[in-house]
């Protein structure tokens, strides 16, 4: 059985729990944790609070893969 491969710009977003300091600054893939350069595809928002501190991270994921 052949593994596939995620691909990251459509990958189902994760909780901000866990996020290394690069993934929430949008310095690295939210999914694979790649350094980003060219090309990174922007994914949004993870919102998520605790009491009155909000936890909002902007993030950014690898570009789609071109197809050969």
Do not use: F
Request: charged share 20%; glycine share 8%; net charge positive.
């Amino acid at each position: 059985m052949a593994a596939t491969k995620t691909v990251c710009a459509t990958a189902p977003l994760p909780s901000a729990d866990g996020l290394t300091w690069d993934q929430a600054a949008g310095r690295a893939c939210i999914i694979c944790n790649k350094r980003l350069t060219v090309g990174a595809v922007y994914r949004g928002w993870i919102r998520e609070q605790i009491g009155a501190h909000r936890l909002d991270k902007e993030v950014w994921a690898c570009p789609i893969p071109e197809e050969a």
